[in-house]
Protein backbone atom coordinates (compact mmCIF):
# COMPACT_ATOMS: atom_id res chain seq x y z
CA UNK A 1 0.00 0.00 0.00
CA UNK A 2 1.04 3.83 -0.87
CA UNK A 3 0.33 5.93 1.62
CA UNK A 4 0.19 9.68 1.08
CA UNK A 5 -0.21 12.67 3.89
CA UNK A 6 -1.11 15.87 2.96
CA UNK A 7 -3.00 19.04 5.09
CA UNK A 8 0.47 20.06 7.08
CA UNK A 9 1.08 23.75 7.39
CA UNK A 10 1.69 27.35 9.18
CA UNK A 11 -0.60 27.98 12.26
CA UNK A 12 -0.62 29.96 15.02
CA UNK A 13 -0.73 28.57 18.75
CA UNK A 14 -4.59 27.69 19.40
CA UNK A 15 -5.45 27.22 15.79
CA UNK A 16 -6.48 23.48 14.11
CA UNK A 17 -5.19 21.36 10.99
CA UNK A 18 -6.68 18.61 9.63
CA UNK A 19 -4.06 15.92 8.27
CA UNK A 20 -5.14 13.64 5.60
CA UNK A 21 -3.24 9.91 4.65
CA UNK A 22 -4.87 8.58 1.43
CA UNK A 23 -4.01 5.40 0.72
CA UNK A 24 -3.52 3.71 -2.42
CA UNK A 25 -3.82 -0.38 -2.77
CA UNK A 26 -6.21 -2.88 -1.72
CA UNK A 27 -7.81 -3.74 1.66
CA UNK A 28 -7.25 -0.36 3.51
CA UNK A 29 -9.80 -1.40 5.67
CA UNK A 30 -8.02 -4.51 7.07
CA UNK A 31 -4.79 -1.48 7.93
CA UNK A 32 -4.45 -0.56 11.70
CA UNK A 33 -3.10 3.12 10.87
CA UNK A 34 -1.08 5.20 12.75
CA UNK A 35 0.37 8.77 13.15
CA UNK A 36 3.63 9.43 13.95
CA UNK A 37 6.08 12.90 14.42
CA UNK A 38 9.23 13.88 14.60
CA UNK A 39 10.43 17.24 15.41
CA UNK A 40 14.10 18.13 14.39
CA UNK A 41 16.79 16.49 16.73
CA UNK A 42 14.26 14.27 18.23
CA UNK A 43 13.05 10.43 17.87
CA UNK A 44 9.83 10.15 15.98
CA UNK A 45 7.28 9.69 18.30
CA UNK A 46 3.93 7.96 18.05
CA UNK A 47 0.69 10.08 17.98
CA UNK A 48 -2.15 8.34 17.32
CA UNK A 49 -3.55 4.98 16.05
CA UNK A 50 -6.95 4.00 14.78
CA UNK A 51 -8.44 -0.01 14.73
CA UNK A 52 -9.54 -1.79 11.59
CA UNK A 53 -12.96 -0.63 11.97
CA UNK A 54 -12.34 2.54 13.90
CA UNK A 55 -13.99 2.15 16.78
CA UNK A 56 -10.42 1.52 18.79
CA UNK A 57 -8.25 4.41 19.17
CA UNK A 58 -4.73 5.23 21.17
CA UNK A 59 -3.25 9.06 21.72
CA UNK A 60 0.09 10.22 23.33
CA UNK A 61 -1.22 11.53 27.02
CA UNK A 62 0.24 14.74 25.18
CA UNK A 63 -2.35 15.21 22.20
CA UNK A 64 -5.56 13.76 23.79
CA UNK A 65 -8.42 16.38 24.24
CA UNK A 66 -6.65 17.76 21.39
CA UNK A 67 -6.34 16.03 18.67
CA UNK A 68 -8.83 13.19 16.99
CA UNK A 69 -7.38 10.33 14.06
CA UNK A 70 -10.87 9.25 12.48
CA UNK A 71 -11.15 6.73 9.20
CA UNK A 72 -12.78 6.62 6.12
CA UNK A 73 -12.75 3.31 4.52
CA UNK A 74 -14.59 4.02 2.02
CA UNK A 75 -12.20 7.09 1.26
CA UNK A 76 -9.08 4.82 1.55
CA UNK A 77 -8.02 7.99 3.74
CA UNK A 78 -7.44 8.32 7.63
CA UNK A 79 -7.49 11.82 9.32
CA UNK A 80 -5.40 13.70 12.07
CA UNK A 81 -8.13 16.75 13.47
CA UNK A 82 -5.59 19.09 15.50
CA UNK A 83 -7.32 21.45 17.99
CA UNK A 84 -5.63 23.81 20.41
CA UNK A 85 -2.04 23.03 18.59
CA UNK A 86 1.19 24.31 20.37
CA UNK A 87 4.25 25.40 19.55
CA UNK A 88 5.79 21.78 20.92
CA UNK A 89 3.06 19.78 18.49
CA UNK A 90 5.83 21.61 15.42
CA UNK A 91 7.06 18.43 13.74
CA UNK A 92 6.85 16.45 10.63
CA UNK A 93 3.73 14.15 11.13
CA UNK A 94 4.06 10.86 9.29
CA UNK A 95 1.41 8.27 8.92
CA UNK A 96 2.26 4.85 8.55
CA UNK A 97 -0.06 1.06 8.22
CA UNK A 98 -0.32 -2.28 9.41
CA UNK A 99 -1.95 -5.39 8.81
CA UNK A 100 -1.66 -6.39 12.73
CA UNK A 101 -5.10 -5.86 14.02
CA UNK A 102 -3.40 -5.44 17.69
CA UNK A 103 -1.18 -2.41 16.72
CA UNK A 104 -3.13 0.35 17.84
CA UNK A 105 -3.15 -0.88 21.09
CA UNK A 106 0.52 -0.21 20.96
CA UNK A 107 2.86 2.69 20.07
CA UNK A 108 5.65 1.22 18.66
CA UNK A 109 7.07 2.60 14.86
CA UNK A 110 8.70 -0.69 14.62
CA UNK A 111 5.60 -2.46 13.62
CA UNK A 112 4.48 -0.48 11.06
CA UNK A 113 5.39 -1.56 7.50
CA UNK A 114 4.25 1.29 5.78
CA UNK A 115 5.07 4.73 5.72
CA UNK A 116 3.94 7.77 3.83
CA UNK A 117 6.33 11.00 3.39
CA UNK A 118 5.41 13.21 5.96
CA UNK A 119 3.91 16.36 5.94
CA UNK A 120 5.52 19.63 8.05
CA UNK A 121 3.89 21.08 10.63
CA UNK A 122 4.86 24.47 12.29
CA UNK A 123 2.86 26.18 15.40
CA UNK A 124 3.95 29.82 15.84
CA UNK A 125 3.73 31.08 19.37
Known amino acids: VQLQASGGGLVQAGGSLRLSCAAS????????MGWFRQAPGKEREFVAA????????NYVESVQGRFTISRDNAKNTVYLQMNSLKPEDTAVYYC???????????????????WGQGTQVTVSS
Open 25 to 32: GRAFSTYV
Open 96 to 114: AAVQNGSAWRLRNADLYTY
Open 50 to 57: ISWSGVGT
